[in-house]
């Protein structure tokens, strides 16, 4: 197989201009999502460090109130969608309910 056809199979791109370029790109999107999976590993334990105190303290794992308004500071910056991923982190970060 050429270079030409392995790059282009690669990304799905035509033309090697094009192919190059996504070639560049995904290596971002690569680092960000490194970034992105480390932050929510930061938030994970966050979360846990309050979980663990309110639990230790005699109170509940869960505040509703306060993942009322999380969920909102998603929606309001990503729409519906911003929802669904902040419902993901939720249970990421506190487990199922
Ligand atoms: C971290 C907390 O505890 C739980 C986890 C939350 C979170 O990960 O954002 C939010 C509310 C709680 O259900 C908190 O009360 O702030």
Request: aromatic share 2%; proline share 1%.
């Amino acid at each position: 197989m050429t270079t030409h056809t392995a790059t282009t199979e690669k990304t799905g791109a035509r033309t090697d201009e094009a192919a190059a370029l996504i070639g560049d790109a995904r290596g971002r999107i690569d680092a960000l999502d490194d970034r992105i999976i480390g932050l929510i590993q930061e938030r994970m334990a966050v979360s846990a460090v309050i979980q663990e105190a309110r639990i230790s303290s005699g109170g509940r794992r869960v505040n509703l109130n306060r993942e009322m308004e999380v969920l909102g500071r998603y929606r309001d910056a990503l729409g519906k969608p911003g929802t669904a991923l902040a419902m993901t982190m939720l249970e990421l970060c506190r487990g199922r309910i």
